[in-house]
């Protein structure tokens, strides 16, 4: 079945340790993101690419990076910079990046700081 | 600046029908409007997207007013599987900005 793998599920680490999240997709999607979702909040766009080897930061940069080397890869890191990690993580993807594309996203990963 | 904006929570009972309004004040012309559907730890789920005036697919319908400043997801005959929280996304074409609305969390009662 096509669709967008995030993985770990759950996720944890130490305070100061960079950690990454994986996001896959086989949808053959041009475009994807990460957003952050704290509790009983709504989306907040992290990064987004429209192609491979470009990306553009969203509202929430800071403390995140993010690199797109292949298609169906766009592997988010949480930094040491960024001062409170604990959220919940969605990654989701689009057939190219414009407005009128429906976007498919994964079942996120759960961040936790310990 | 732009904004989207919906009501937080609603209640609803089982077989009716359930409207949900979001304004966007600061829409422009070629911007699109789409709602998804997230259940807890679970990603958002696409459910309509629109224009103008409406859409419908084989689970809601999407109504836009003429002046496009909001628009209203309908959902006919609830069930208590719709409980979920629903958001609205406006994707702006001139500067591809996605404005998402906060969420409206609907509770469907037997």
């Known amino acids: 079945d096509g669709g967008i793998t995030q993985s770990p599920k759950y996720l944890f680490r130490k305070e100061g340790q960079n950690v990454t999240l994986s996001c896959e997709q086989n949808l053959n999607h041009d475009a994807m993101y990460w957003y952050r979702q704290d509790p009983g909040q709504g989306l907040r766009l992290i990064y987004y690419s429209q192609i491979v080897n470009d990306f553009q930061k969203g509202d929430i940069a800071e403390g995140y990076s993010v690199s797109r080397e292949k298609k169906e890869s766009f592997p988010l890191t949480v930094t040491s910079a960024q001062k409170n990690p604990t959220a919940f993580y969605l990654c989701a993807s689009s057939p190219w990046g414009q407005g009128n594309q429906p976007q498919h996203f994964g079942d996120g990963t759960r961040l936790s700081i310990l | 600046l732009a904004k989207t904006t919906q009501p937080i929570s609603m209640d609803s009972y089982e077989g009716q029908e359930v409207n949900i309004t979001c304004s966007h004040n600061?829409?422009?012309?070629?911007?699109?409007i789409t709602w998804y559907q997230q259940f807890p730890s679970q990603g958002p789920r696409f459910i309509i997207q629109?224009?103008?005036?409406?859409v419908t697919n084989e689970v809601a319908s999407l109504f836009i007013p003429a002046d496009r400043k909001s628009s209203t997801l309908s959902l006919p005959r609830v069930s208590l599987s719709d409980t979920a929280v629903y958001y609205c996304?406006?994707?702006?074409?001139?500067?591809?900005?996605?404005?998402w609305g906060a969420g409206t969390k609907l509770i469907i009662k037997p």
């Open positions: 629109g224009y103008k005036t409406k």
């Open positions: 996304l406006v994707a702006k074409d001139s500067n591809y900005q996605l404005i």
């Open positions: 600061n829409i422009a012309t070629n911007d699109y």
